[in-house]
């Protein structure tokens, strides 16, 4: 479970700088942006990394709480709309434009729905962080007024629903293979 945790802390960690404007302007300023960019994504991939490999040799996987059948019956709906969200953060669409933080909120449905629809200790570690780190961040960013402004274009809105539900498809068709639970009648 070590393993699991420090990779949460490094993976979330170097996400929550934007958190703390000053040292994130600080490092920019010293590095330069390409350098920073680097250094961030080299620091997320050691960190989701870890996170994998932490989460697959976890072996307290205690049961905390029962798992919540709503939780199992609304996920593979609620990872749909995770999912095209977390296209649409990418995009210069409506749908970021009204949603406004949709990686955040993806992320805030994603890690809300695995948490209750689990109850084991390391479930509960793993999405329980990824759900206060979306609360957190996203507080933030509301507060920071960090929303870039830009002309949606309607074709975005369209690629995010499609990438975004194929791409959900896609998971819940392999989560079984990949994870080694069946969520969808259709899986693998």
């Given at each position: 479970?070590?393993?699991?945790?420090?990779?949460?802390?490094?993976?979330?960690?170097i996400?929550?700088?934007?958190?703390?404007?000053?040292?994130?302007?600080?490092?920019?300023?010293?590095?330069g942006?390409?350098?920073?960019?680097?250094?961030?994504s080299?620091?997320?991939?050691?960190?989701?990394?870890?996170?994998?490999?932490?989460?697959?040799?976890?072996?307290?996987?205690?049961?905390?709480?029962?798992?919540?059948?709503?939780?199992?019956?609304?996920?593979?709906?609620?990872?749909?709309?995770?999912?095209?969200?977390?296209?649409?953060?990418?995009?210069?669409?409506?749908?970021?434009?009204i949603?406004?933080?949709?990686?955040?909120?993806?992320?805030?449905?994603?890690?809300s729905?695995?948490?209750?629809a689990?109850?084991?200790?390391?479930?509960?570690?793993?999405?329980?962080?990824?759900?206060?780190?979306?609360?957190?961040?996203?507080?933030?960013?509301?507060?920071?007024?960090?929303?870039?402004?830009?002309?949606?274009?309607?074709?975005?809105?369209?690629?995010?629903?499609?990438?975004?539900?194929?791409?959900?498809?896609?998971?819940?068709?392999?989560?079984?293979?990949?994870?080694?639970?069946a969520?969808?009648?259709?899986?693998?």
């Amino acid at each position: 479970m070590s393993l699991l945790i420090a990779g949460l802390a490094i993976f979330l960690g170097i996400h929550l700088l934007p958190v703390v404007s000053s040292l994130r302007a600080a490092l920019l300023a010293r590095w330069g942006e390409q350098r920073y960019k680097g250094v961030f994504s080299l620091v997320s991939a050691i960190g989701l990394v870890l996170i994998v490999a932490g989460y697959a040799v976890a072996d307290d996987r205690t049961r905390l709480f029962a798992p919540f059948p709503a939780a199992r019956a609304l996920a593979p709906f609620a990872m749909v709309a995770s999912f095209i969200l977390f296209a649409a953060a990418n995009m210069r669409g409506h749908l970021r434009r009204i949603v406004k933080h949709p990686m955040l909120l993806g992320l805030l449905l994603w890690a809300s729905v695995h948490l209750l629809a689990n109850g084991d200790r390391a479930g509960t570690v793993l999405f329980g962080a990824f759900l206060a780190f979306a609360v957190v961040d996203l507080v933030s960013a509301v507060q920071r007024g960090a929303v870039r402004s830009f002309v949606p274009v309607p074709k975005h809105d369209l690629i995010a629903v499609v990438g975004g539900a194929a791409v959900a498809l896609a998971v819940m068709t392999f989560h079984r293979t990949l994870f080694g639970v069946a969520v969808a009648p259709f899986g693998i």
